[in-house]
């Protein structure tokens, strides 16, 4: 257990604490938000001693708890943190009734002492992450891999399926694992384990029962909605700002971000602090936006410009944060901007789920516009291959007629990349597949020695039905890329660096109302977010947020092909490579010489092997 906390150190550096008692052990690494005294302490027993739990995460909503825990009985309390509420509540009324009641972001080991069971949960869309496996008759857990990894037990067997899903999408899904024997705990989940017996997985919430609820409930008055959800947000807000520590809010000028961050201007007696980093690169710069929206509201701003040196600096350590790899770009200014803020706060309220939920991304509408343009054109199949082996320069110069189809996803800069993109785009047989393709990396993925199927049965909850062709996609992102990278992505940024985030627009409420919301209220004549916009314009301009998505994204050719470029290359050396025997050596390589030679479009692939390989060498592999 010293090994496992000490591994998770970063996630808790303000207090430690361990819970064993008849071959059962907790450990806890705590993050003090709320109640930074000793009351606050973890593991945490019961008042009436039966239950002893370890959570990582808050309970937003512990006030209104505690007067309905005071309710059911007399109660001395020792403090008042958040996490004593939730375990008096599970205690005298029963952890279902708990977890249907509490709002929050969590991931908890809740030992019964009277049952001997151990029950693990994660919060609904999975903003905590939680691992497990069974060693020997037992079942070990984690908030992090690396604290797994301190298991002699441990098998290290990496895990086909989730190397394919990786290579896919550039992060391994849950409840896959890149280790064979172990699973993450999906969002919304409640695993029981009992000594000797096969552990039991429920759901106490599901986002599919949000979903034909949302559907059965369908808003129709535009203007009634926008009221509504800023009387939902505005309380939601008000419980996330509560903290006993300093607290402030990521800035970068969108929508998301600028109508959270508003919201709390708008219910504090003082400047919040907000953080905002731009780039050395125009075309990936939005901090003069971020700086206009937090004059425009009133907050204490800070704005930090990254540079390729900074990236160059940084990126050599990220194999070694991300406990699994990982290959979202945008994880490093997730990192500067956590470390930047945690000079001045502790927590930080984000934007995160305003596009899952309410249709912020562009390629929502691109898929649908793409499909309608391309499924006439005769053996587009053939034509696509045709596209991709083409020499980037002749492309260059003979196919500027297809620019009006890729200008939602123009690589910055040349055409030539955007057609090579749209090439294996013309080979999809569906408007499901043509969007999965715009998610993809690496096909098959070829870049893997051994099998590289990637069943997406195998992780992805059956979907609803649906009636139109946004809302498949809104749900896919929500059970898929919500949680698996973005979510994954801020937590392990933020708590590397000893930062708390947290994400109103993921509420529980806030969710059920965007399901609510039909497609009109989320795409509207071309425009994304529609029912986000709307509300924004009571705090906000319209004239500061009108400008197209650009995302937390990064000039990651430029990057590559500049000051990473040494580190890279003796990444991808095919020695190395064929000492490891997982990766394709030739596959690699054409991609690595292709991005050099300029094509913009092969950076992600290149990045996901980086990531990989210094995830591999950071565990000695």
Known sequence: MPRMLEAMRHRGPDDEGVFEEDGICLGHRRLSIIDTSPAGHQPMRSACGRYVITVNGEIYNFRQLRGEVEAAGAIAWRGHSDIEVFLEAIARLGLDWALERARGMFAFGLWDRQARTLQLARDRTGEKPLYYCPIGQGLAFASELTGLERLPQLSSELAPNALAAYFRYGYVPAPLSIYAGVKKLEPGALLTWREGKPSDQTFYWRLADAVRTGQANRLTNGEEAVDSLEELLRGVVSQQM?????????????????????????????????????????????????????????????????????????????????????????????????????????????????????????????????????????????????????????????????????????????????VRKAARWLRAKSKEALFDSTLTLWPNPAVLLGPSACGAAEWRPEAPKFDNDIEPMLWRDAVDYLPGDILCKVDRAAMANGLETRAPLLDADIIDLAWRAPPSMKLHAGETKWLLRRLLARYVPHELTARPKVGFTVPLHEWLTGGLRDWAGDLLDPSLMRRQGVLAVEPVQAAWRGMAGGDTRLAPQVWSVLMFQSWMLARGR
């Open 242 to 418: 509560i903290s006993d520590v300093p607290l402030g809010s990521f800035l970068s000028g969108g929508i998301d971000s600028s109508l959270v961050t508003a919201i709390m201007q708008s219910q504090s007696s003082t400047p919040i602090r907000t953080f905002t980093l731009g780039f050395d690169s125009p075309e990936f710069n939005e901090a003069e936006h971020a700086s206009a929206v937090a004059r425009h509201i009133g907050t204490d701003h800070t704005e930090y410009h990254v540079t390729g040196a900074d990236a160059q600096a940084i990126a050599p350590d990220m194999g070694a944060l991300y406990d699994e790899p990982f290959a979202d770009s945008s994880q490093i200014p997730s990192f500067m901007i956590s470390r930047m803020a945690r000079r001045e706060v502790k927590v930080c309220l984000t934007g995160d789920g305003g596009d899952e939920m309410f249709g912020g991304y562009v390629r929502y509408p691109g898929v649908i516009r793409m499909w309608n343009a391309m499924r006439w054109i005769p053996a587009r199949g053939l034509a696509g291959s045709v596209l991709e082996v083409l020499p980037l320069s002749f492309v260059e110069r003979s196919m500027r007629w297809v620019e009006p189809l890729t200008r939602q996803y123009a690589s910055r800069g040349s055409l030539g990349p955007s």
